[in-house]
């Protein structure tokens, strides 16, 4: 389980996570919404230890991880995958590359396993012919889909999302949600996914969570997410200019 | 009021930019001390290596060989003038031949890779900086410093010196070229001299220096790179700061180490 306790950062004086609490059950997918630039990215930087926060914890199955030394903390992350808004693919190794390199990196298998693993994940995000390409020669959907290969590879307990749809059309995030849905189905990791996609969360989410202000105001199922009746999620899950939330 | 601001203003700027310099430096020995904990904690990738020496090395052949073989033309042909007027001619093969192994060769050939290589380093990892490709290594469990950093520091620190023999070699030719051939003036003088004059030492303390360039300018543009924010623009800003501070890093390390080395 992923547990963030009264979790704060300040970035120049303005509050961003403001004693954050919340829970991430295991094996679940939570997706996590909230306003841009309301502090999503920096919550999911802080799971996975890329920032430290100015007070509070990050629990992972019980250990804090700002208190690991590098090795350790890199013992964690092999346990994660994380799927980057535009890929963070290595831009000067081809897709083929791309999804191998953890596997070269961690685990000492021969070139024939790697080939293997590669075209399995490569097949299962939908990509089968594309592995010679280079980053820059596929679309963005594409690339999304190779970074989703690339966190797999190894198998990890937790998948964390960094806006998976943001910036692909309506057909294309439907293609990235039900991917989600058929990945966490095959291999059950515990899913953690930042989004402003409404109705992206409601098809991929056993638990949606609310950011607003630094604090997580809203957090249930998928149905009860829908019949709140907290304004703010009113207002944000409507998409209406009129209500709550300042501009 | 307004006055006191006008008077404050000049020492606010010297404040500002002690406290820049020294938050700078404390920046740069911090990255040094992680770099050296990741070589220590992992082996050295020896392809990443091999990739970042032809980098530096074979591909930088040309630039700096050009570099080399001017400069130890010009420096000839400039002897020659001074050297005419007292009549010791005989000693131009000696002049060119230090000056380049002791001084231009190391030098020039930093300046040149900083140039050449200094640039792309800062340039590669502000990029990687900017599109995440930095945090996804960190995510993957990769120590960005022990994959970007530490091979490109260790090939500079190789190839540097191996690098300003080659530009001082050239410009030795460059200047036996200009010696007998523009000016009509005896090969075998050249050659003969500069045995006489040139010792051992003045070509391993060069080397040494070379040592100490490649370490700056290597260090100073991967980590400029590690600093970069703000996109495009962050990029080509924090590229010419790692040029122009390697550069003077160079030139004032060069003051010093000549100072104790020779």
């Not at chain 2, 050939?109 to 990029?127: K, N």
Request: proline share 3%; with cysteine.
């Amino acid at each position: 389980m992923i547990i963030l306790d009264k979790l704060s950062k300040s970035f120049n004086g303005i509050k961003v996570l403001d004693d954050l609490n919340i829970k991430f059950e295991d094996k679940k997918i939570t997706v996590v919404i909230g306003r841009s630039g309301g502090g999503k990215s920096v919550m999911l930087k802080h799971i996975i230890g890329l920032m430290q926060p100015d007070s509070g914890r990050v629990l992972i199955n019980g250990l804090d991880i700002n208190l690991l030394n590098k090795k350790e903390l890199n013992e964690v992350r092999k346990k994660f995958g994380m799927v980057f808004q535009d890929g963070a693919l290595l831009d000067s190794l081809n897709v083929f590359e791309n999804v191998a390199f953890p596997l070269r990196r961690h685990l000492k298998i021969s070139e024939n396993e790697i080939k293997e693993k590669v075209f399995s994940v490569l097949e299962d995000v939908g990509l089968e012919g594309h592995d010679k390409k280079m980053p820059s020669e596929i679309s963005g959907g594409m690339r999304k889909r190779v970074g989703v290969a690339r966190a797999l590879i190894l198998n990890p307990e937790i998948m964390l999302f960094d806006e998976p749809t943001t910036g692909l059309d309506p057909i294309m995030s439907d293609v990235i949600n039900n991917l989600i849905i058929s990945m966490h189905d095959k291999f059950n990791f515990t899913g953690i996914i930042i989004s402003h996609d409404i109705a992206g969360a409601y098809k991929t989410g056993d638990i949606i969570a609310m950011l607003y202000e630094g604090k997580i105001i809203e957090y249930g199922q998928a149905e009860d997410f829908k019949n709140s009746v907290n304004p703010i999620v009113k207002q944000f899950v409507s998409g209406s200019m009129e209500g709550p939330i300042s501009i | 009021m307004n006055i006191a601001i006008k008077l404050l203003s000049p020492f606010e700027k010297i404040g500002n930019f002690v406290i820049y310099t020294v938050n700078e430096l404390g920046s740069i020995v911090i990255y040094m001390w992680d770099m050296i904990l990741s070589i220590a904690a992992y082996f050295v990738n020896l392809e990443n290596l091999i990739d970042q020496m032809i980098f530096i090395g074979m591909d930088s052949f040309y630039v700096v060989g050009l570099t080399g073989l001017f400069t130890g033309m010009v420096l000839s042909l400039q002897a020659y003038y001074a050297a005419k007027i007292v009549g010791v001619t005989y000693m131009i093969g000696p002049t060119v031949a230090l000056s380049m192994l002791r001084e231009l060769g190391p030098v020039l050939t930093a300046l040149m890779i900083t140039a050449r290589c200094g640039s792309s380093m800062a340039s590669e990892i502000g990029t990687m900086k900017v599109t995440e490709q930095i945090d996804a290594l960190e995510v993957m469990a990769v120590d960005p410093y022990y994959f970007l950093s530490v091979p490109r520091v260790i090939a500079a620190m190789i190839m540097l010196p191996v690098m300003a023999v080659l530009c001082s070699l050239i410009g030795i030719i460059g200047g036996y070229i200009v010696y007998v051939y523009f000016l009509g003036l005896n090969h075998v003088t050249y050659i003969d001299k500069i045995y006489q004059y040139i010792k051992l030492s003045d070509i391993y303390n060069g080397l040494l220096k070379a040592v100490f360039f490649g370490a700056i300018l290597s260090i100073i543009s991967t980590y400029k790179g590690f600093q970069t924010s703000g996109g495009a623009k962050g990029v080509g800003k924090f590229t010419t700061q790692a040029v122009v501070l390697s550069s003077v890093y160079i030139l004032f390390a060069d003051y010093i180490l000549t100072s104790i080395l020779f």
